[in-house]
T-cell receptor, first 111, second 113 residues
Framework: AQSVTQLDSQVPVFEEAPVELRCNYSSSVSVYLFWYVQYPNQGLQLLLKYLSGSTLVKGINGFEAEFNKSQTSFHLRKPSVHISDTAEYFCAVSVTDKLIFGTGTRLQVFP | EAQVTQNPRYLITVTGKKLTVTCSQNMNHEYMSWYRQDPGLGLRQIYYSMNVEVTDKGDVPEGYKVSRKEKRNFPLILESPSPNQTSLYFC????????????FGPGTRLTVT
């Protein structure tokens, strides 16, 4: 069975600092990987996805993630965060049409 | 505008009073899902539907029902709500053509007292 682990429940960071949100998955088969963002009082919005090809994936709002098959990881990074990046971030894995989510990481950006 | 809509957005009800949360998508997607979001647990799938008249249980189906009579609509039914169903609920849809990207509705916050 597939599972997703987000090790950090909260990540506090100052504005303009770099950030990395960690995601590890377990699966015995090839998977598709996603990062979603949830701004306060809103639904989930797709940040980026890895289906195949280049292991470095670029998404919206300056975020990127790298698929590492040997380490079964899909960490999300941004070189310089803004206050507006404050949100909850969810990593998810899909084998078929079903998405399995991690428990989320709350990114809090301070001025 | 391509979107998934849910109604109501907020609902407070009492134990045992049947309720329905509606979900509709205008993207002609085949696959639709319901999730609940709880603090520290992320999103968990309740039910999903791969097409009209085809539904199946997700990870936490107990206490919920769904139907898929039309492609665009996928209502979530709580026949006898209980306080442990207090949660934030999301409907989502995906094309079903191996795209796997899910489009989410704005959420319904349900409180059962």
């Amino acid at each position: 069975a597939q599972s997703v682990t987000q090790l950090d429940s909260q990540v506090p960071v100052f504005e303009e600092a770099p950030v990395e949100l960690r995601c590890n998955y377990s699966s015995s088969v090839s998977v598709y990987l996603f990062w979603y963002v949830q701004y306060p009082n809103q639904g989930l919005q797709l940040l980026l996805k890895y289906l195949s090809g280049s292991t470095l994936v670029k998404g919206i709002n300056g975020f990127e993630a790298e698929f590492n098959k040997s380490q079964t990881s899909f960490h999300l990074r941004k070189p310089s965060v803004h206050i507006s990046d404050t949100a909850e971030y969810f990593c998810a894995v899909s084998v078929t049409d079903k998405l399995i989510f991690g428990t989320g990481t709350r990114l809090q950006v301070f001025p | 505008e391509a979107q998934v809509t849910q109604n109501p957005r907020y609902l407070i009800t009492v134990t045992g009073k049947k309720l329905t949360v509606t979900c509709s998508q205008n993207m002609n997607h085949e696959y639709m899902s319901w999730y609940r979001q709880d603090p520290g647990l992320g999103l968990r799938q309740i039910y999903y539907s791969m097409n009209v008249e085809v539904t199946d249980k997700g990870d936490v189906p107990e206490g919920y029902k769904v139907s898929r009579k039309e492609k665009r609509n996928f209502p979530l039914i709580l026949e006898s709500p209980s306080p442990n169903q207090t949660s934030l609920y999301f409907c989502a849809s995906t094309p079903g053509d191996r795209n796997y990207e899910q489009y989410f509705g704005p959420g319904t916050r349900l409180t059962v007292t």
